[in-house]
């Protein structure tokens, strides 16, 4: 079964603590993406990918970072600089920049 | 100034009806998605669409180009049609989301 997997689907970390989400696409798709949804607001871009060893900030990446070591495998870390980390953060992939994308299950974190 | 509007917000609709959802863009486009947002969160993509219409059992997506608009259409709505819609145009570059239709479709 071809899809975008991401775990785990529910998070809870400490204030002042980094935590790493992940993303794994079995899709053969060379761009990825992370996205975060906050209620009553769009999807917001954080960080993506075009190919292996590159990834480039979205629309709000301060507080967060990406790497991009595998075609398989877009990490991110939501770091403690972020200020205000609870949100559904989801992952997406596509075959290229202007192509359809598909979405993973997400991941919801709370910042307790 | 959001890129996409949406309207409307949110819509109750009985079984069986027809329903219409509306998107507006205002930056130049290679494609206009349409996304279904279950209540689980995960997001599918319904339609993918440059010009005219598409058709994919009940849901029905159109586009007017020259007037930046966009509509789904759902016929015969059913209480599994329960979802946000999500409008979401595509620069080429990137994609701009709407913030949603939440629709309920009651029995």
């Known amino acids: 079964d071809g899809g975008i997997t991401q775990s785990p689907k529910y998070l809870f970390r400490k204030e002042g603590q980094n935590v790493t989400l992940s993303c794994e696409q079995n899709?053969?798709?060379?761009?990825m993406y992370w996205y975060r949804q906050d209620p009553g607001q769009g999807l917001r871009l954080i960080y993506y990918?075009?190919?292996?060893?590159?990834?480039q900030k979205g629309d709000i990446a301060e507080g967060y970072s990406v790497s991009r070591e595998k075609k398989e495998s877009f990490p991110l870390t939501v770091t403690s600089a972020q200020k205000n980390p609870t949100a559904f953060y989801l992952c997406?992939?596509?075959?290229?920049?202007?192509?359809?994308?598909?979405f993973g299950p997400g991941t919801r974190l709370t910042v307790l | 100034k959001n890129e996409v509007e949406q309207s409307p917000q949110n819509l109750t609709a009985q079984e069986g009806e027809f329903i219409t959802i509306n998107c507006s863009y205002s930056?130049?486009?290679?494609?206009l998605h349409w996304l279904q947002q279950h209540p689980g969160g995960g997001i599918v993509s319904l339609f993918m669409?440059?010009?005219g219409k598409k058709k994919h059992g009940r849901l029905i997506a159109t586009i007017n180009i020259q007037e930046k608009h966009s509509s789904l259409h759902i016929t015969a709505s059913h209480p599994r049609d329960s979802a946000v819609y999500i409008c979401?145009?595509?620069?080429?570059?990137?994609?701009?989301f709407g913030t949603g239709t939440s629709l309920t479709v009651i029995p």
């Open positions: 979401a145009a595509n620069t080429g570059n990137q994609f701009y």
């Open positions: 930056v130049g486009i290679s494609a």
């Open positions: 899709l053969n798709h060379d761009a």
């Open positions: 669409l440059s010009s």
């Open positions: 990918s075009q190919i292996v060893n590159d990834f």
């Open positions: 997406a992939s596509s075959p290229g920049p202007a192509r359809e994308q598909f």
